[in-house]
């Protein structure tokens, strides 16, 4: 890697590549399946960031970061990717950067962009490893998440289906390999089941997976817990003291950007929710409590309204 990309990357580190990432960016690697070719963050540790929008044909699902630690005997990658095309792309751009063969591929949760991909790594014998609660998910919810998939990718999805991780953790697996030392983690309740980080204390990264947030709105599901979330991302994930953080979307950054991003935005709603409750207000009206803070967000439009009712929803009850 050249000096210049090397400052490049550590600017995105610094400033949080705030400007970079926009829902109106074309395909930035229309040579490829992905939509991104793979940076290389920090020595050793690369990924290829996702489009900061919704899945769609044209980011062919690519909308996490897809990322990968070479290790000197072997590779470890973090998440499958959303098809068996997208996991074979990255792939052929992890051979461009090193003949180590991959040992392990992580799945940071049971979403499709992190394990419909599994096909591919598992049908070349490689390990998957994910926590038990999103194995839980995939093998409950992997078909509808698969036919999700299909709709969007249409002929792209051709040759994914469903494969689990064969390899589970509660809350935490160490992997020792090569010189490096990673320590897979389930830290708490966070963005969904099983959110799962890799830690690599040597280094001082943290490849987050979708506790953080920065660079689009981050997303409500209707059995999110908000305030366990912030209690996890403000608790155990701050203390691991992380120097760069590789987040479940948007470009590498640090943890005073996802902590504005992530917790700051989850307190902010929850305080307007709580008011609004207060007041005597009502579901249909909480859709509509100000945001407008965050509206320059990525996905602000898709998503602002929902979070608000799905946290009305969680809030009335406690």
């Known amino acids: 890697m ?19 990432a926009h829902e109106d960016i074309a395909d930035k690697y229309p040579q490829s399946e992905l939509y991104d070719k793979p940076v290389e963050v920090i020595p050793h540790v690369w990924s290829a960031i996702g489009a900061t929008a919704p899945p769609t044909y044209e980011n062919s699902g690519h909308n996490n970061n897809l990322s990968f630690v070479v290790t000197g005997d072997g590779v470890v990658v973090i998440n499958g990717g959303a098809s068996v095309r997208l996991a074979a792309a990255l792939h052929d751009e992890i ?15 049971g979403q499709g962009h992190a394990m419909l991909g599994n096909a591919y790594w598992a049908d070349l014998g490689v390990d998957i490893l994910a926590h038990e609660d999103a194995i839980h998910e995939v093998e409950e919810n992997g078909d509808f998440i698969l036919q999700g998939m299909q709709r969007y990718n249409r002929d792209k999805a051709e040759g994914t289906r469903v494969v689990p991780a064969n390899l589970s953790f509660s809350d935490r697996h160490d992997v020792q390999m090569g010189d490096v ?9 966070a963005h969904g089941p099983g959110d799962t980080q890799v830690w690599i204390p040597q280094w001082g990264i943290v490849i987050a997976g979708d506790i953080a947030f920065h660079e689009r709105m981050p997303p409500i599901f209707a059995d999110t817990d908000t305030d366990g979330w912030i209690e996890t991302f403000e608790g155990p994930f701050a203390a691991l003291g992380a120097t760069y953080v590789i987040p479940g979307h948007g470009h590498p950054t640090n943890m005073a950007q996802v902590q504005r991003y992530t917790a700051d935005y989850l307190r902010d709603l929850r305080a307007k929710i709580g008011a609004h409750i207060d007041e005597g207000g009502d579901l249909a009206s909480a859709y509509y409590v100000d945001q407008s803070a965050w ?24």
């Open 295 to 318: 509206a320059h967000l990525d996905t602000f439009e898709e998503l602002a309204t929902k979070n608000a009712g799905r946290v009305f929803e969680e809030m009335e009850w406690e």
């Open 95 to 109: 051979r461009a950067v090193t003949d180590q063969p991959v040992r392990l591929v992580i799945n940071e949760n």
């Open 2 to 20: 050249t000096r210049t990309a090397m400052t490049q990357i550590l600017a995105l580190v610094v400033t949080g590549g705030a400007a970079l």
């Open 181 to 189: 030392a990673l320590e897979v983690l389930h830290l708490g309740p």
